[in-house]
């Protein structure tokens, strides 16, 4: 009885897109496109089908070269909305880009899984046709062994001269001919079964499928792995305005994008020959066993048609009717040579015999059952199955992350590039703009602030050792002094910020310095006896040019 109308293997609809893309040789010529990884002609034309994605890389780094080319000279400042644009482009980007790099690792998990249920079922497989092999040689070393010793033991009995009749002998003697020859006939049923699959060994091709995925799985995942850290280091950089790792992203993003377009190739290839296998995956199976198979027994069982005659069926049917015909003749040599050879220890050996055409027998039914093909043909429709529905639909989805993550790295390094030239590190905060015309010459302002943190110090001679420097509010106080107060005594801070707060005047180094020397910046000494000093606060607080805008902290420190 064959498979079910429903349960026949049908090709998925991706296999049917992926088989229909042209299969052209190196002339352009197209050619059967039919699996035949044994064929060099087939395997040029996915060499060209892979070489698609290849050309586009060549032609994406050709640009980029180019763009990086234009863009190492361009110093030109850009405008903070503007650069915050590329943040945002980038921050998008690389969540989209991560997106695809996730469909691939979902499809990574597809194929795997695909993969491991094929190798699964191929072991199901091996194990059904191993208990076959099994079973008929357990017929054949019952009948050819041990009931064959049972026939040599009755053979020298029938050989010694009887004391009486010799056609009951002569009888006696076709009956045990007749046997011998339906054992023997019975062991070659259970052989021609046997012998044609000792050729069938898929457990080094089932070894190799499980080597290869062994390492391809986790080599899969490395690589998709690297991507989404690539790209969760270029968020960050965009987050924290990081320098550094926009420029480690344009370096790595370059590398990224040749991994990307090379196993995009790598995809391609693979899913198109895929494709191409589960079209007819049994085509493949018949030219990939050994000729000793035949093929009319393979087309059966992977076809498992109600038309079509097992042969294996029949050979047992052959057994199990030569079995029955051994009973028959052991029913009726046992009377014969009971009587012709009394008491010669015949009956144990009739008995020995009869349990082996039991034993047989036995095994032959329940032999029935597993050369059946249906059990072997759901195995086999499990496979295909799990390979080219489960497992094509993951290569798929890989080959597309590949092909979007190539894009999205391209666009992702092209404006990750176009970014960190215009990101500067952040400026102190101390720092001033020293061309401010308000403020002094650096030179002025350190030669002040030298001088104030030596008095405040007390290096000066008569300096008390605990003077207070100046409070920034106390002289941010100070008003200019009137017009007619220039000729009263001048304070040293005065000559140090008039004129724009330039450096001073060789001319009020004198008596002046001498007098003030030690004291604070601003502040008369109240113990010194003079004349009293024109001005706002009695000459107290030393007047600020008008031509000074602001003071720094470090010029009084």
């Known amino acids: 009885m064959g498979a079910r109308s429903d349960d026949t293997y049908h090709p998925p609809r991706l296999a049917e897109w992926l088989h229909r893309l042209p299969h052209v040789n190196a002339t352009f010529r197209e050619v059967d496109s039919t699996f035949d990884p044994d064929s060099p002609v087939y395997l040029e034309s996915l060499g060209i089908l892979a070489s698609a994605p290849a050309?586009?890389?060549?032609?994406?780094?050709?640009?980029?070269?180019?763009?990086?080319?234009?863009?190492?000279?361009?110093?030109?400042?850009?405008?903070?909305?503007?650069?915050?644009?590329?943040?945002?482009?980038?921050?998008?980007?690389?969540v989209l880009c991560c997106a695809a790099v996730g469909l691939g690792l979902y499809g990574n998990d597809d194929l795997h899984n695909g993969i491991v249920q094929t190798l699964n079922q191929a072991r199901q497989i091996d194990g059904l046709v191993g208990k076959i092999k099994n079973q008929t040689e357990a017929i054949e070393r019952q009948l050819r062994v041990q009931a064959g010793?049972?026939?040599?033991?009755?053979?020298?009995?029938?050989?010694?001269?009887?004391?009486?009749?010799?056609?009951?002998?002569?009888?006696?003697?076709?009956?045990?001919?007749?046997?011998?020859?339906?054992?023997?006939?019975?062991?070659?049923?259970?052989?021609?079964?046997?012998?044609?699959?000792?050729?069938?060994?898929?457990?080094?091709?089932?070894?190799?499928?499980?080597?290869?995925?062994?390492?391809?799985?986790?080599?899969?995942?490395?690589?998709?792995?690297?991507?989404?850290?690539?790209?969760?280091?270029?968020?960050?950089?965009?987050?924290?305005?990081?320098?550094?790792?926009?420029?480690?992203?344009?370096?790595?993003?370059?590398l990224a994008v040749i991994a990307s377009y090379l196993l995009s190739s790598v995809y391609l290839a693979t899913s198109v020959a895929l494709g191409d296998l589960c079209m007819a995956p049994e085509r493949f199976v018949e030219n990939q066993a050994s000729t000793e198979l035949s093929k009319d027994i393979l087309r059966h069982y992977l076809n498992c048609e109600r038309a079509r005659a097992n042969p294996f069926t029949q050979r047992l049917r052959e057994a199990k009717t030569t079995l029955e015909h051994m009973r028959i003749e052991l029913s009726l040599l046992k009377p014969l040579a009971f009587q012709l050879f009394p008491k010669r220890g015949l009956e144990q050996k009739f008995n020995s015999l009869k349990n082996e055409i039991n034993t047989a027998d036995t095994i032959g039914t329940s032999?029935?059952?597993?050369?059946?093909?249906?059990?072997?043909?759901?195995?086999?429709?499990?496979?295909?199955?799990?390979?080219?529905?489960?497992?094509?639909?993951?290569?798929?989805?890989?080959?597309?992350?590949?092909?979007?993550?190539?894009?999205?790295?391209?666009?992702?390094?092209?404006?990750?590039?176009?970014?960190?030239?215009?990101?500067?590190?952040?400026?102190?905060?101390?720092?001033?703009?020293?061309?401010?015309?308000?403020l002094p010459p650096p030179a002025a302002s350190q030669a002040i602030a030298a001088r104030t943190l030596q008095r405040s110090q007390g290096q000066f001679p008569g300096a008390p050792p605990d003077t207070p420097p100046p409070s920034y509010a106390h002289v941010a106080h100070l008003r200019p002094p009137p017009m007619h107060?220039?000729?009263?005594?001048?304070?040293?801070?005065?000559?140090?910020?008039?004129?724009?707060?330039?450096?001073?005047?060789?001319?009020?180094?004198?008596?002046?310095?001498?007098?003030?020397?030690?004291?604070?910046?601003?502040?008369?000494?109240?113990?010194?006896?003079?004349?009293?000093?024109?001005?706002?606060?009695?000459?107290?607080?030393?007047?600020?040019?008008?031509?000074?805008?602001?003071?720094?902290?470090?010029?009084?420190?």
């Open 55 to 94: 050309a586009w890389l060549i032609f994406t780094l050709l640009i980029l070269l180019l763009y990086l080319l234009t863009r190492c000279c361009d110093r030109k400042p850009r405008h903070a909305k503007s650069i915050s644009a590329l943040k945002v482009t980038l921050a998008i980007m690389s």
């Open 367 to 438: 032999l029935t059952a597993l050369v059946d093909c249906r059990t072997l043909y759901t195995h086999y429709l499990r496979g295909a199955r799990a390979l080219c529905n489960v497992g094509l639909l993951g290569l798929t989805l890989m080959l597309v992350s590949a092909v979007l993550a190539g894009v999205m790295m391209t666009i992702l390094v092209w404006v990750d590039s176009h970014t960190w030239i215009y990101i500067r590190k952040k400026k102190d905060y101390q720092q001033v703009n020293e061309t401010d015309p308000y």
């Open 149 to 254: 010793a049972d026939f040599t033991g009755i053979r020298a009995i029938f050989d010694e001269p009887p004391a009486f009749n010799l056609t009951v002998l002569k009888a006696a003697e076709g009956h045990l001919l007749r046997l011998i020859g339906n054992n023997t006939l019975a062991a070659n049923a259970a052989a021609e079964i046997r012998n044609p699959l000792l050729a069938l060994d898929i457990i080094p091709k089932i070894q190799m499928g499980e080597k290869f995925e062994t390492i391809r799985w986790p080599f899969t995942m490395a690589v998709l792995s690297v991507l989404l850290v690539l790209c969760v280091v270029l968020l960050v950089g965009v987050a924290r305005h990081n320098r550094c790792a926009l420029i480690a992203f344009s370096v790595c993003g370059l």
């Open 485 to 557: 107060a220039a000729t009263a005594p001048v304070h040293e801070a005065e000559f140090l910020l008039q004129d724009g707060c330039d450096t001073r005047a060789q001319e009020h180094r004198g008596s002046h310095m001498a007098h003030l020397r030690g004291h604070t910046l601003g502040r008369l000494p109240s113990h010194h006896h003079h004349e009293p000093m024109s001005g706002p606060n009695n000459g107290k607080y030393a007047t600020l040019s008008k031509q000074c805008k602001t003071l720094e902290s470090s010029d009084f420190y």
